[in-house]
């Protein structure tokens, strides 16, 4: 079974961008659902977006405009596009496979993005 890793996190300022890499290893995404998510300060995990394979897509309502995923089939990583970034947006963001699950931010490490005023 594929296990997913994310990685790209950095500090910007508020406005800034970044573009978050979620890389599977010993499997594929191929077939797969995945899905994002931010934890915040009070260590709420909240969904950011949740992609199928096929297509489907779902953002969360805040960022919509502010955000896009693109997915690498060679390279096994979906990237998650951070735009006009705001402090609000800051948090670890996690990768996981599957549909979304509240637990997921407690899988694996994520990746730290802080924006700052």
């Known amino acids: 079974e594929a296990q997913v890793v994310a990685s790209g996190g950095g500090s910007v300022s508020d406005g800034g961008s970044l573009t978050l890499s979620c890389t599977a290893s010993?499997?594929?995404?191929?077939?797969?659902?995945m899905a994002w998510y931010r934890e915040n300060a009070e260590k709420q995990c909240l969904l950011v977006s949740s992609?199928?394979?096929?297509?489907?897509?779902w953002f969360d309502g805040d960022l919509q405009g502010r955000i896009a995923i693109s997915h690498d089939v060679d390279k096994n990583t979906v990237y998650l596009h951070l735009h006009t970034l705001k402090p609000s947006d800051s948090g670890v963001y996690h990768c996981?496979?599957?549909?979304?699950?509240?637990?997921?931010?407690?899988w694996g490490q994520g990746t730290q993005v802080t924006v700052s005023s």
């Open positions: 996981a496979l599957g549909t979304p699950n509240v637990y997921a931010c407690s």
């Open positions: 010993g499997g594929s995404f191929h077939g797969s659902r």
């Open positions: 992609y199928n394979f096929d297509g489907d897509t």
